[in-house]
């Protein structure tokens, strides 16, 4: 009895593989409002916290304190010195928080922080998805290939975090993939070799 049970495994399995998972009427920006969705109810409520606190006071302060240095009220090095501080921070994520901070003279609130974050990650993978089609990839496979970060807790929660982590990640996955694009290109020109070794120098 248990025997036929154990037989029957194999043809359920059968079943389960021959029924076709179709993503075709499944559109990409479904798929990423979706996502962005998700991210934005994780990280509702959560607090600035570590590198956080610092990249959005730098880029606080440099909104509050800009039109000083175009009146010469401030040393532009002085304010140079405060972005960068001990040379620890790059000022990437400060610089990418510089329009949200305009908009809300330097005191954006929570929700549009994190809100802004998600912008930005996902306008990136949107790209990457871009580029995986342009490969050769199948639109199908290249959705699923962004459905399946969005099943990771971690992920979405990083989504609307201004950490730089994920979105320079993002970035670098985009810059791989373009870069293999345009190497597979027969008509390459010789500046497609000095833009991948900027590409890597600006990743790195």
Same mark, same amino acid.
């Given at each position: 009895?248990v @025997?036929?049970?154990? !037989?029957?495994?194999? /043809?359920? +399995? *059968?079943?389960?593989?021959?029924?076709?998972?179709?993503l075709?009427?499944?559109?990409?920006?479904?798929?990423?409002i @979706?996502?962005?969705?998700?991210? &934005?109810?994780?990280?509702?409520?959560?607090?600035?916290?570590? #590198?956080?606190? %610092?990249?959005?006071?730098?880029? $606080? %302060?440099?909104?509050? /304190?800009?039109? *000083?240095v175009? /009146?010469?009220?401030?040393?532009f090095?002085?304010l140079?010195?405060?972005?960068?501080?001990?040379?620890? %921070?790059? =000022?990437?994520?400060?610089?990418?928080?510089? =329009?949200? $901070? &305009?908009?809300?003279?330097? $005191?954006?609130?929570?929700?549009?922080?994190?809100?802004y974050?998600?912008?930005?990650?996902?306008?990136?993978? %949107?790209?990457?998805?871009?580029? !995986?089609?342009?490969?050769g +990839? *199948?639109?199908?496979?290249? *959705?699923?290939?962004?459905?399946? =970060?969005?099943?990771?807790?971690y992920?979405?929660?990083?989504?609307?975090?201004?950490?730089? #982590?994920?979105?320079?990640?993002?970035?670098?996955?985009?810059? @791989?993939?373009? &870069?293999?694009?345009? !190497?597979? #290109?027969? #008509?390459?020109?010789?500046y497609i070799?000095i833009?991948?070794?900027?590409? @890597?120098?600006?990743?790195?």
């Amino acid at each position: 009895m248990v @025997f036929d049970r154990m !037989l029957t495994i194999p /043809n359920s +399995l *059968k079943r389960i593989k021959s029924t076709n998972i179709n993503l075709d009427c499944i559109k990409i920006h479904h798929i990423l409002i @979706f996502g962005a969705l998700l991210s &934005f109810v994780l990280n509702n409520g959560i607090a600035i916290s570590g #590198d956080e606190e %610092f990249y959005l006071s730098r880029s $606080s %302060f440099f909104v509050k /304190n800009i039109f *000083k240095v175009i /009146n010469g009220e401030l040393n532009f090095a002085l304010l140079v010195d405060n972005i960068v501080d001990r040379g620890f %921070f790059v =000022p990437g994520v400060s610089i990418i928080l510089l =329009p949200v $901070s &305009f908009i809300f003279a330097g $005191s954006p609130p929570l929700y549009m922080i994190r809100a802004y974050a998600i912008l930005i990650n996902i306008l990136l993978v %949107f790209f990457i998805y871009r580029e !995986l089609v342009k490969l050769g +990839l *199948k639109q199908t496979k290249a *959705k699923l290939a962004v459905i399946i =970060p969005f099943l990771i807790p971690y992920y979405l929660y990083y989504s609307g975090a201004i950490w730089g #982590d994920l979105i320079a990640s993002h970035a670098a996955i985009l810059l @791989f993939l373009f &870069f293999e694009r345009r !190497l597979r #290109d027969e #008509d390459k020109k010789w500046y497609i070799y000095i833009c991948i070794g900027a590409g @890597f120098g600006f990743i790195s």
